[in-house]
């Protein structure tokens, strides 16, 4: 079974008893891994996609990242709201009555052309 950079960075944060910038536990799993630049380089972009999906890490200010176990609730729940943009919404239709809905039975999709 091969070790996913995920894990050596959980196991990495286990050790520690600090919070650290993503470049530099990037550049731990890297070293830990044993990628060259090429490869490292490649993989970037999904290790920090797992890194943004995985529970057992959150994101602090400055690109600085941590354990959540090591962290109050308080201190990994933020407002998401403002991630939203409304502005795509507006063009979307509006369901009033889910009564008027045409379901297709096939597929579960709903037929657009019946909310007009």
């Known amino acids: 079974m091969s070790v996913k950079t995920i894990d050596v960075a959980y196991d990495y944060l286990k050790t520690q008893n600090h919070s650290i910038s993503f470049r530099d536990l990037w550049n731990k ?19 920090y996609t797992d ?5 057992r890490f959150t994101p602090l200010q400055n690109n600085v990242w941590d354990l959540k176990s090591n962290h109050k609730l308080s201190e990994v729940l933020f407002d998401s709201s403002s991630l939203i943009d ?10 009033e009555d889910y ?3 045409d379901v297709n039975d096939d597929d579960r999709r709903v037929d657009l052309d019946s909310l007009d």
Do not use: C
């Open 86 to 95: 409304e502005s795509d919404d507006e063009d979307a239709p509006v369901i």
């Open 29 to 47: 799993v890297v070293d830990e891994m044993g990628y060259d630049e090429a490869q490292a380089k490649k993989k970037i972009s999904q290790f």
């Open 51 to 55: 890194l943004s999906l995985d529970s």
């Open 99 to 101: 009564d008027d809905v």
